[in-house]
């Protein structure tokens, strides 16, 4: 065990699924713990989760054991106290293809509905850490929710985005027909979700569903960048920032005003609120310490 670093050790010890150290600080998934997935830690402090869709036969659909990793890998970086945040991507081909129609193909509502299937994938926007999706290739279906659960998206000049749900006799059922209105508007939600049609990633940039477009090759490294300045700052402060935004998308504007008051009070109850604003006074760079 001398070989695991501190997080990556007691990792271990509290999930079945944990990463294992292999050299450096550089986080790799284990063959046999994640099976659909690579995890790692990247950037130059290793402070940024990396979390890479793994199932390229089938366009990194995503089926039920693939988002249970997901998941896991999320609340592995949430427990790790050098992960600032976390991003997550597929291939350039694809970031996901959407749920996986061949597992679905049989079910019976009474099994969905009785068994809640799939409910736990809405646990991806619960994570406390920024969650920022890079998307390459195809995000259809439940591959564009994935993204929209997740805090910012960029895209890769050739990313494709679609709720082509319709076209299966179904309709999205993870947040799509929420979060892509609440993205992009009523009239091309409606558009997309009747359908099936896809945007493309300037089409996206423009209507709001991505805050920025990059060059395929260089699409993950922005990403890591945009995680590595996420986590400079302090990582408590930015937990609440992500809460406060959120709310957003679920209170009245008075509200929501209140609640960002209330948040934005509690920083003064940190020792990093009292660092940062001391820092600018005394003309240095603030060292936070999440606390
Ligand atoms: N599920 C399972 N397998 C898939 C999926 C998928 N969603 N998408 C692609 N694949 C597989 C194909 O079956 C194929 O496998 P095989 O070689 O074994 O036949 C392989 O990936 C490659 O696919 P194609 O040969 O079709 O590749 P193309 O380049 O010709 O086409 C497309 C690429 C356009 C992406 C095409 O594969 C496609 O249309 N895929 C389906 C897209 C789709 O309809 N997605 C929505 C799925 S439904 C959904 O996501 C609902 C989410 C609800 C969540 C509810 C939570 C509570």
């Avoid at 390229?56 to 995503?62: E, R, S, T, Y």
């Avoid at 850490?129 to 050739?158: H, R, S, T, W």
């Amino acid at each position: 065990m001398a070989f695991l670093c501190r997080s990556a050790a007691s990792l271990l010890k509290s999930s079945r699924a944990a990463p294992v150290l292999l050299s450096g600080s550089r986080l790799y998934s284990s063959g046999g713990q994640y099976e659909y997935i690579l995890v790692e830690k990247r950037g130059e402090k290793s402070n940024v989760g990396f979390i890479q869709l793994n199932r390229p036969k089938a366009l990194n659909a995503l089926c039920d054991g693939l988002m249970r990793e997901v998941i896991q890998a999320l609340e592995v970086f949430d427990a790790d106290a050098d992960v600032g945040a976390v991003v997550i991507t597929g291939s350039e081909r694809a970031f996901a293809a959407g749920a996986d129609i061949k597992e679905m193909q049989n079910k019976t509502f009474q099994e969905c509905y009785t068994t809640k299937f799939l409910a736990h994938w809405c646990k991806v926007a619960d994570a406390r850490k920024p969650v920022i999706a890079a998307v390459n290739g195809f995000a259809l279906g439940g591959g564009c929710e994935l993204a929209m659960m997740c805090d910012i998206i960029y895209a890769g000049e050739k990313a494709q985005f679609g709720q082509p749900e319709i076209l299966l006799g179904t309709i999205p059922g993870a947040g799509g027909t929420q979060r892509l209105t609440r993205a992009v508007g009523k009239s091309l939600a409606m558009e997309m979700v009747l359908t099936g049609d896809r945007i493309n990633a300037q089409e996206a940039k423009q209507s709001g569903l991505v805050s920025k477009v990059y060059p395929v090759d260089q699409l993950v490294s922005e990403a890591i960048i945009c995680g590595e300045k996420i986590s400079a700052n302090s990582k408590l402060v930015s937990a609440m920032a992500k809460e406060a935004v959120n709310a957003a998308f679920e209170l009245s504007l008075a509200e929501g005003n209140r609640f960002e008051k209330r948040l934005f009070n509690a920083t003064f109850a940190t020792a990093d609120r009292k660092e940062g604003m001391t820092a600018f006074v005394e003309k240095r760079k603030a060292s936070f310490q999440d606390s």
